[in-house]
């Protein structure tokens, strides 16, 4: 009877086959990352353009008006946001009841899916915008009457501005992926993003530079949402900035995008 030879493989080959398949993993891994961030940049961009349309909805109903951005933040009263409303400033804001919940097809500002390590819960002090979805909003020349310098006070955050205003719309910031860096090196939430330079007055304030808000989070892009509706993606601006809390905003990727200047924001 003819016996059957049992084939097996060599110590050798085993070691070279397990050497392949390690130097392919070694190739895809970083090609699957790099293809799940874009699945994630791309989903951004989608929730941004939900906001844009959003807004230019809320235009629609409202005689030509933006959503104000934080119609009682002359009085710090602080519960009042352009992505939701709260009973208490140590709670986080509730979308339900923000103005632009109606013109959401979920209710809710959905949160950026780059899974940034927000901090979660705290007193007011420690986490001030919570609710905001990883998202900031132009409210200097969109969302409120900042950029006129009109006398009343208060008036400035409870008005906004008119689509009529905008002269280019197509290079008008209205929505971006924000963030702000505190002294540990956290990132909380916040809501809006901020220019370069502060405007008070209906002045430009050129001499020093605001904390930057804008977060590349996106292989050191920001996605921007813009006030004709259409979404990009801008690479960060070569800049050494520290901000409030004394971060170096550009270790944190928090910066603006070039001309690091007021016109991308304004509404000339």
Not at 2 to 14: C, H, N, P
Not at 105 to 129: A, H, K, Q, S, Y
Not at 135 to 143: A, P, S, V, W
Not at 214 to 219: G, I, T
């Amino acid at each position: 009877m003819k016996q059957s030879r049992i084939v097996g493989f060599t110590l050798i080959e085993v070691i070279l086959v397990v050497s392949l398949l390690a130097v392919l993993l070694t190739i895809l891994v970083p090609t699957l990352q790099v293809a799940r961030c874009q699945v994630r940049g791309t989903v951004c961009r989608n929730h941004l353009r939900q906001l844009t349309c959003a807004n230019l909805s809320y235009t629609v109903d409202n005689d030509g008006f933006f959503v104000p951005g934080a119609k009682d933040l002359w009085n710090q009263a602080g519960l009042y946001r352009w992505h939701g409303v709260r009973d208490s400033r140590d709670l986080p804001f509730n979308p339900i009841r923000g103005p632009l919940a109606s013109y959401l097809d979920t209710g809710r500002i959905n949160e950026c899916p780059e899974r940034i390590r927000f901090v979660r819960g705290g007193l007011w002090e420690e986490n001030f915008e919570q609710g905001c979805g990883g998202y900031g909003y132009n409210m200097t020349y969109l969302g409120s009457r900042l950029w006129e310098g009109i006398p009343d006070p208060v008036g400035q955050y409870e008005r906004t501005t008119r689509t009529t205003e905008v002269a280019s719309a197509g290079r008008t910031l209205m929505f971006a992926d924000c963030a702000l860096s505190r002294q540990d090196g956290s990132y909380i939430e916040y809501s809006f993003a901020e220019p370069p330079f502060c405007v008070v007055n209906g002045r430009v304030m050129t001499g020093f530079y605001m904390s930057p808000t804008l977060h590349f989070r996106h292989h050191a892009r920001a996605n921007i949402g813009w006030a004709d509706g259409h979404v990009d993606a801008q690479q960060m601006a070569p800049m050494d900035s520290v901000n409030a809390y004394g971060i170096e905003s550009a270790t944190m990727f928090l910066g603006w995008f070039d001309p690091a200047d007021n016109s991308p924001f304004d509404l000339k």
